[in-house]
């Protein structure tokens, strides 16, 4: 981003629509729109802020090509603290193509993609957490996916990191008035106050990081992947979860080659669910292709539903290294007597049983899917952390604090290593939230201390 700066860019999906809007951003805004409304040779005024007018645009020949409404958002009162304007015009991508080019001629240039959202940032309208969320909040794909997105949006896990910083800032104000300002043991409980302040820090720390899973299931899904050896009823299965006629079922064995996917939900959480290739010996160049394909998705799964056939009961061997979560399935259950059955219960305790060509078991499967996935009813009114760099934020400073403690352990304690790794635990949190200035630490010292007595 260049200081000073006006960019301009659609703020609406390409395409044919009712309305489309063009936004402006930076401190041109006002003089390059003044130029797209000016009559040539008329007096004019530009609109108030934050009242839609109505007005004629005209190009550089003085003719006039569109009317549309326009709203001005004057500093700092805007969604990214600079001057915007916003022209609602007809969702005509030519006249869309036009405003901008209009706008790029009187000296804007086209925004780069997440640009507004990022000046939003640099001045300090919302922190990272919120600018990652205003993305995920556009593209959830459920109700419940936008409700907790919009939650986030509007501060709720901001606020979470918020109190920890406190917390820490709070510690680390301690720590450095008994290093630098403190000449008489004016803080004699200083060990066992640190105690006190950084280990609830910890138990909530840890706690944002479990919630991880929960909002990387909201925000991006889980794959959920069919695997087992051939013809024991995978693609039938995936149609009988998915309630539509997706996949090829044959009798042959080695029917699916490609893996072949749907997208559905439960309970708010968008699944891929995705059928492959039956595992077994490759007969030919192509299904070696698809077992090969088969193997990636079983490394990529979140959740894996490892199908057999019945009687045989054959299972299937599944890679040491597969991190995912395995729900066992016994398929063609129809097929079974009830003694057959019995038996096999009995061998497999953990082991569901289905028919997918009766749709036998299909909502005893789904539930056990919710429930291995960690899905649930509270899902969508939690505050998680949703991205693998909040995730990693939080892990780092846990692991400041635990040295911190570790260090407060000891006998005499060093207060400087404290000091140190205090600072490596906000260091982290600043990366989701933004900077801790000195005057942050500062300021609490001298709130807290009455240091001028
Ligand atoms: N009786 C019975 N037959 C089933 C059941 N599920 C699938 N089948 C039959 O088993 C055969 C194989 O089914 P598919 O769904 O094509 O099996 P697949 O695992 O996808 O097979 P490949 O793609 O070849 O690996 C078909 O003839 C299905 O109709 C079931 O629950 N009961
Ligand atoms: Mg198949």
């Known amino acids: 981003m260049t200081p000073g ?67 001005f958002f004057k500093a ?16 005509n991508p030519v006249v869309v193509q036009k405003i901008v080019s209009a706008c790029c001629a009187h000296g804007a240039r086209i925004a780069d993609p997440g640009e507004f959202t990022r000046r939003a940032f640099l001045n300090g309208k919302m922190d990272l957490i919120q600018a990652e969320s205003v993305s995920s909040f556009i593209h959830a794909q459920s109700e419940a996916s936008a409700a907790f997105n919009f939650r986030l949006l509007k ?18 104000s301690f720590v450095e008035f008994e290093l630098d300002i403190s000449e008489e043991d004016l803080l004699p409980n200083l060990r066992s106050d640190l105690f006190l302040l950084l280990n609830p820090l910890l138990k909530e720390i840890d706690e944002l990081i479990g919630s991880y899973r929960q909002g990387h299931l909201l925000t991006d899904g889980a794959l959920v992947v069919i695997v087992g050896k051939t013809n024991v009823g995978k693609s039938t299965l995936l149609n009988a979860l998915s309630e539509k006629d997706r996949a090829i079922t044959s009798r042959h064995p080695g029917t699916t080659r490609d893996p072949i996917d749907v997208s559905l939900f439960i309970d708010g959480v968008p699944i891929k669910l995705v059928d492959t290739a039956g595992l077994r ?11 090969k394909r088969t193997h990636r998705y079983i490394y990529d799964a979140d959740l894996l539903i490892l199908l057999k056939d019945t009687p045989g009961a054959v299972g299937i061997d599944l890679p040491d290294k597969n991190r995912a979560a395995v729900i066992r399935v016994f398929n063609k259950s129809d097929l079974l007597s009830a003694e057959q059955r019995r038996q096999l219960q009995r061998k497999y305790p953990d082991h569901l049983f289905i028919s997918a060509k009766t749709n036998t078991g299909i909502e005893t499967l789904k539930s056990a899917i919710k429930t291995t996935l960690g899905i649930s009813d509270a899902l969508s009114s939690t505050v998680a952390i949703t991205t693998a760099r909040q995730h990693a934020a939080a892990v780092n400073c846990k ?15 060093a207060y ?20 801790t200035t000195p005057d942050d630490i500062l300021n609490l010292i001298f709130n807290s201390f009455c240091v001028g007595k």
Do not use: N, W
């Not at 692991?399 to 304690?413: F, K, M, N, V």
């Not at 404290?418 to 900077?435: M, N, P, S």
């Open 5 to 71: 700066d006006t960019i301009v860019a659609p703020a609406t999906p390409f395409g044919v629509g009712g309305l489309a809007i063009v936004r402006l951003s930076g401190p041109s805004s006002e003089q390059i729109t003044s130029l797209l409304l000016q009559k040539p040779g008329a007096t004019f005024s530009f609109p108030e802020p934050r009242r839609a007018t109505l007005v004629t645009l005209y190009d550089q020949k003085g003719t006039p090509f569109e009317e549309a409404m326009v709203t």
């Open 76 to 91: 700092p009162h805007s969604y990214t603290g600079e001057d915007i304007v916003e022209i609602s015009c007809h969702g």
């Open 155 to 172: 501060g709720s896990l901001s606020k979470k990191f918020q109190t920890i910083k406190t917390g820490i800032v709070k510690a680390l």
């Open 281 to 291: 010996k490759a007969k030919s160049e192509i299904e070696h292709e698809g077992i």
């Open 399 to 413: 692991r400041g604090l635990e040295r911190a403690l570790c260090l407060l352990d000891q006998q005499p304690a």
């Open 416 to 435: 400087e290593l404290v000091a140190l790794e205090l600072r490596e635990a906000l260091t982290a949190i600043d990366t989701v939230l933004g900077k």
